[in-house]
């Protein structure tokens, strides 16, 4: 026993997977599963692996011959999840290696499902989701659709920690005390916010800035210069004669450097004048003013009056005088008061009520409802009891409003471990059954969390409650899919998996990318010597000075290449493909390639497409010479690929090999022999990037891993750093072609995705299940989730590869669907 | 001696020159915020100076290592000539030490392969070696921060702060197959529970002073009470969760009620320190585009809370490891990680110009601490201990022995300042160990891989 142990252990890289080994392969049973191996497994591999991994071989550390005993192969799990990876992708055998016959090949694939995975093809595990927090996008979305606002959270939390490249698995998903402080935090900002804490106020309105507007109609209210005579008014109606009182909120805006505008300011109401100051420059000086007025019903006219003291020619800075707004509060007299804009969100009831038990009966019923909302699922009575007796704490006091007492009992909601952890819960499990379903209540939030990233709405939770949710399923699928909130799945999902969300920052120099950033510093130093000689204002007018500045011009437009809103664009170009899909229900190989794409008249002239005009984004049918399609065209995927000044081959093919196959290669050995180096080899050549990365592909170190990625990249090389067609790079012309590791050779991108979409199809299929399954469930995948993963992608290559299907598989499968029970988690713990 | 203090800092020279580095400047702040209130209630055992005022500790992280003809000075002890890259820090040079010969064995790739920058990072403050996860099952160590903030943090309103200059996160995978958790992180409260660290200046400088009060706002009093009944409230609720949970899960909600602990305690401290007056300055807006500012607010908002004795212990990450940021500011449009693999003297030269860069807004924070005095007339430069280096020594080979690293400060006068060490080849725990022995922590006899103390700083 202690000889097996230690082989054991020296056969397997990770020590919990072998004990858990230990326990499924004793006695008679290891017997029959020994038999099996050496009767389906072993002869697949010695007719087909052990002339590299076997006989005194270890190719890639790999022989299959020298485990001691031999049984303790069985358990090792990350070999033959490498095994299972590499056969089914056709990188093993090698190309030009006899291969096996596809009975055979799944016949070992199903061998190491069966046995080294132990997977119990009917029942599979469904694996452990750590309780998830929600991240800063679920808080924020939940919090939008729990209490009616927008509460900030890409300013007011710090960024999430990411796993398996996304933001929202379980365990990575930590709590520190800082965290723990911004959610008090946010509680009591977010209720002070929302939650009205009396029954009745006066009415308020408020006019913008903006809505006050000149003679001419123009409105310019927000921004009035100092320096230009000018009346702004704006007409309030008001229903009843009344009190009504006036807040005037106004800023002087000026530059950081002085200017010594002054200017006067009259405010009038109805024509009458209300107050009548003078300004003169400040960096942001805030100007605050309360008036009553004696209102009747009717159209009222308030107006400002700016007055410039100082004449025009004498400005050196912007300077503005700026109308925030006026807020119209009333009438102030009660009969006219009302509820607050959210009031009926929180409370049903007209006002509450006085009597004591009766006001304690309406806090349980109010806040039944919002936490089991809060909580997504029925509150027990023990929490509630304490929540109305928190609220009562302070509704108590005869200071205090009812309201403030639900507040108060509404932030101790917010802060709860229930709200800001997606508890779940399984359903009492069936006869025979290992694995229970999750309860609907759980169900309802994985749902929603995954096609919304928010909480479940009142329908999903009524289905829960009735135990109707399951039966409704597919329905619901649709129902979630056509409302508007699923653009959270598409934002995010695409955002994480290509890595969209990311053009809106990568930072690229344009100049470098299109190879004139050498000629621009030239041009500039050259302009700035000229300059100091303060010669630049009477310069020989001849053309070669006018051809220089015109250059130097057209460069430095190029520099701004990137604007914020293109790089947008770029971002919803890849979103709107990929919920074009979702929403059409087209097949997935359409993100590979398709001939058309969504742009607009910026993203087209970028790209070189003509006949697009206007900002917003749409549907654009593609030519062949246009050369795009599929989001490996797209700007955002070609730019988070490059390095700062040039195309990066091996980023882009590394970027395709792990995110559209599925397979992402080692990362490369500390010091390995830079690019630059390789270069060098061909000193004075001029080489381009693929002569380059051909040298560096003769070291075998490099090799190995290098001719699975290069060709995908250089594949792509047609396009520059900005994500633009070219057939050239530094005078040469481009090669696009190569042959992909599994064998299939290409001329150019179009070949190339042609062979994705065809030939490569699986892979892709592979590789955008195991992520949006990642996704959706919260944790990475195990090898337990290898048939899970195999079955959805026969569905979809028996379907089209329609992203229904895809959709469908994933919500009905034992990772979405079920979990494991408490004590099971010790057992099987990983 | 107190109102002496109480006095000097009312003539307000240091504080107004602080007040020039926010940007905008009112009035002078109250004073009583800014007096270290442990120091006047008596003498504290715990990081304090032999002269009794606070004792700091800070640790401040810069990425991808440094570019190494440049970074070692020339000589050695007392007589040594600073390099190009430490140029900044000249008219400093008798208030800090450069220490040579330190190493993080951990952050090698030893079993686990690629993934130095993320192992670098993970490393730097805990010497232990980052379980290799893409996040199933993050696993490091407790931090030194950490360590040192559970033995002094009662001393001060904030047991410690955490802060960073990485507001924007890549997405996808981190650094070959380890979880962002690693890279983006320097302090940890547990093996498993990062300290989130906090990039944004407007956000630090409210939770050191609390937000301006609105109109009609309760007194703080009865806020304090409502946000304990509050605490009282989830305490009791996540009671009566934890037995319905699995252990993993009880490990992440354990999580959640260390942080209310944690708060729970900060209030009852908070009545110790009275009423925390709010500096009165102009708080900076949220964070600047440009990265050279963002750095400067965050050295800001640190040395506001050291000179206040908010806190006396402090963690800044500058970048996570590894990061890929272009210096357009300074002319270097290329990526930092791009550069330190291309061996050419003019990526080089670049290189050097990034970790100049880097060092500039370092100096001009000591400079900001050199020119403030604290209670006992001295600087605060001078009773501070701040570690500025990185767990990756050359960026282009990834080694992690002979380590970039300065310790700045003179410790209340217990460290001997002015020279450049050389340590032979320690772990970088045992410097972390004989930090601790100055802030008068007792009771740690090992940290991390360390195999001792490090003798003669």
Not at chain 1, 410 to 430: N, W
Not at chain 1, 672 to 694: F, I, K, M, N, W
Not at chain 2, 190 to 205: C, D, G, K, W
Not at chain 2, 331 to 340: F, K
């Amino acid at each position: 026993m202690r000889t097996r142990l230690r082989n054991l252990f020296r056969a397997a890289s990770a020590g919990p997977i072998v004990l858990a080994a230990l326990v499924d392969f004793s006695g008679a049973e290891e017997t029959d599963a020994l038999g099996r191996y050496r009767e389906e497994a072993l002869p697949v591999l010695e007719g087909y692996c052990f002339g590299c991994h076997a006989y005194g071989v270890d190719e890639g550390s790999v022989a299959f011959d020298q485990f001691e005993p031999e049984a303790s192969i069985l358990g090792s799990r990350d070999l033959w999840r490498r095994v299972l990876r590499n056969v089914r992708a056709g990188i093993m055998p090698p190309q030009g290696e006899d291969r096996p016959t596809d009975e055979e090949l799944t016949a070992l694939i199903q061998w190491i499902k069966a046995d080294p995975f132990g997977i119990d093809f009917d029942h599979p595990d469904p694996g452990r989701v750590t309780i998830r927090r929600l991240n800063r996008t679920e808080y924020r979305n939940t919090v939008r659709d729990l209490m009616g606002i927008d509460f900030d959270t890409e300013v007011e939390f710090p960024p999430d920690d990411t796993g398996f490249g996304f933001d929202n698995i379980g365990d990575v998903l930590s709590v520190s005390p800082l965290l723990l402080e911004k959610y008090l935090q946010a509680a009591d900002s977010i209720v002070a916010d929302a939650v009205p804490t009396v029954t009745k106020a006066p009415r308020q309105t408020a006019a913008r800035g903006s809505y006050f507007r000149d003679a001419d109609g123009e409105a310019r209210g927000d921004a009035m210069s100092f320096y230009e005579a000018a009346t702004v008014s704006h007409t309030v109606p008001v229903r009843f004669d009344g009190t009504y009182r006036l807040i005037v909120e106004a800023e002087v805006d000026g530059e950081f450097d002085f200017d010594p505008g002054r200017c006067r300011v009259t405010f009038a109401v109805d024509g009458d004048q209300r107050f009548r100051e003078e300004y003169v420059w400040s960096e942001g000086r805030k100007i605050q003013y309360e008036f009553e007025e004696d209102w009747s019903a009717g159209d009222h006219e308030l107006s400002f009056e700016l007055k410039p003291l100082l004449l025009a020619d004498k400005q050196q800075k912007r300077l503005n005088f700026e109308v925030h707004s006026v807020r119209v509060v009333g009438p102030m007299e009660e009969e006219h008061w009302g509820h607050q804009k959210n009031y009926k969100r929180f409370f049903t009831r007209d006002a509450p009520p006085t009597a004591s038990a009766e006001r304690r009966d309406y806090a349980r019923e109010l806040l039944r409802s919002f936490a089991t909302r809060a909580f997504r699922r029925p509150v027990d009575d023990a929490t509630l009891d304490r929540l109305v007796s928190l609220a009562a704490a302070v509704y108590g006091d005869p200071e205090a409003t009812f309201e403030l007492g639900i507040a108060q009992a509404i932030k101790a909601v917010l802060a709860s471990p229930r709200f800001l952890f997606r508890l779940e819960e399984p359903q009492q499990p069936g006869d025979g059954e290992r694995y229970p379903l999750v309860d609907e209540f759980s169900l309802a939030s994985r749902l929603s969390y995954f096609f919304w990233s928010t909480m479940p709405d009142d329908e999903l939770i009524d289905l829960a409650h009735r135990g109707e949710l399951r039966k409704n399923l597919d329905p619901q699928v649709e129902r979630m899919l056509a409302d508007p909130r699923s653009a959270a799945l598409v934002r995010n999902f695409v955002g994480q998996w290509l890595q969209a969300r990311d053009v809106e920052h990568v930072s690229i120099d344009s100049l470098a990318a299109l190879g004139v950033r050498e000629e621009y510093d030239e041009l500039r130093r050259d302009f700035f010597r000229r300059f100091r000689r303060g010669g630049n204002r009477n310069v020989t007018n001849d053309e070669q000075a006018a051809r220089t500045r015109a250059r130097f011009q057209e460069l430095r437009k190029l520099s701004e290449t990137l604007t914020p809103s293109l790089r947008k664009a770029m971002r919803q170009e890849t979103e709107l493909l990929f919920e074009h899909v979702v929403r059409e229900d087209r097949s997935l190989l359409d993100l590979i390639d398709s001939d058309y794409t969504f742009l607009n008249e910026e993203l087209a002239a970028h790209y070189g497409i003509e006949g697009v005009e206007g900002e917003e984004m749409r549907r654009v049918d593609l030519r062949e010479d246009h050369h795009r399609g599929g989001v490996l065209t797209h700007g955002t995927i070609l730019l988070v690929t490059s390095n700062p000044t040039r195309t990066s081959p091996v980023k882009r093919g590394v970027f395709v090999l792990d995110n559209i196959l599925g397979m992402a290669p080692p990362p490369p050995p500390a010091a390995v022999p830079e690019l630059e180096e390789s270069e060098q080899a061909l000193r004075g050549r001029e080489p381009t990037l693929r002569q380059v990365l051909d040298v560096h592909r003769e070291q075998p170190l490099c090799s190995s891993c290098h001719s699975r990625f290069d060709p995908l990249g250089l594949a792509l090389e047609n396009f520059n750093a900005l994500g633009q067609w070219r057939n050239a790079e530094n005078g040469k012309e481009i090669d696009p072609s190569g042959v992909l590791i599994t064998g299939e050779s290409f001329d150019s991108v179009e070949q190339m995705k042609e062979v994705l979409r065809t030939e490569r199809r699986l892979d892709f299929y592979h590789c955008l299940t195991e992520r949006l399954l990642t996704y959706a469930i919260g944790r990475g995948l195990e090898y337990y989730d290898e048939h899970t993963v195999d079955q959805i992608v026969e569905q979809l290559d028996r379907h089209d590869g329609r992203f229904s299907t895809l959709l469908s598989g994933i919500v009905q499968s034992a990772p979405f669907q079920r979990q494991r029970m408490v004590d099971q988690i010790q057992e099987n713990s990983d | 001696m107190s109102r002496e203090i109480l006095r000097d800092l009312r003539q307000g020279t240091n504080r107004r020159h602080f007040l020039k580095g926010i940007g905008a400047c009112i009035a002078l702040p109250a004073l009583e915020t800014f007096l270290p209130r442990s120091v006047l209630a008596g003498p504290v055992a715990v990081a304090t100076t032999p002269q009794g005022a606070p004792l700091r500790m800070a640790f401040v992280y810069f990425p991808n290592g440094a570019q190494q003809d440049n970074w070692f000075p020339a000589g050695g002890g007392k007589q040594f000539v600073l390099n190009k890259t430490m140029q900044p820090l000249e008219g400093l040079k008798d208030q800090i030490q450069i220490i040579g010969g330190l190493d993080h064995i951990n952050a090698t790739p030893g079993p686990d392969g690629a993934g130095d920058h993320a192992r670098a990072n993970a490393t730097f403050l805990t010497g232990v070696r980052a379980r290799k996860t893409a996040g199933s099952d993050i696993h490091l160590g407790v931090s030194i921060d950490q360590v040192a903030a559970e033995h002094v943090g009662h001393a001060t309103r904030f047991p410690s702060l955490e802060l960073s200059c990485d507001a924007v996160r890549k997405s996808g995978g981190c650094d070959s197959g380890y979880s962002c958790a690693y890279q983006f992180n320097l302090s940890w409260k547990t093996p498993t529970t990062p300290m989130t660290p906090e990039p944004n200046p407007r956000l630090v400088f409210e939770r050191l002073f609390g937000r301006p009060a609105g109109g009609g706002e309760a007194s703080i009093e009865s806020r304090r009470a409502q946000r304990k009944s509050i605490l009282d409230f989830i305490l009791e609720d996540s009671r009566s969760l934890h037995r319905e949970l699995s252990i993993k899960d009880r490990q992440k909600l354990d999580e959640y009620l260390t942080g209310v602990r944690d708060i729970e305690q900060r209030i009852e401290r908070a009545e110790n320190f009275e009423n925390v007056l709010r500096p009165n300055i102009e708080p900076p807006d949220g964070i600047p585009k440009n990265y050279g500012e963002h750095m400067n607010l965050m050295f800001d908002m640190l040395a506001l809370a050291f000179q206040t004795d908010s806190t006396r212990i402090a963690t800044l990450l500058l970048a996570g490891d590894g990061t890929n940021r272009a210096f357009p500011q300074i002319e270097i449009p290329e990526g930092h990680h791009y550069l330190t693999h291309q061996r050419d003297d003019d990526k080089q030269a670049k290189i050097a110009e990034i970790d100049l860069y880097y060092m500039q807004h370092f100096a001009r924070f000591l400079q900001k601490l050199d020119a403030t005095e604290d209670v006992d007339g001295n600087s605060v430069l001078h009773n501070s201990m701040i570690v500025y280096g990185c767990g990756i020594a050359d960026g282009n080979r990834h080694t992690h022995d002979n380590l970039p690293v300065i310790l700045a400060g003179a410790g209340g006068g217990t460290l001997e300042t002015g020279r450049y060490i050389k340590a032979g080849s320690q772990p970088m725990t045992n410097l972390y160990l004989t930090m601790l022995d100055r802030l008068g922590v007792e009771g740690v006899e090992r940290f991390g891989d360390s195999t001792g103390r490090l003798r003669g700083v």
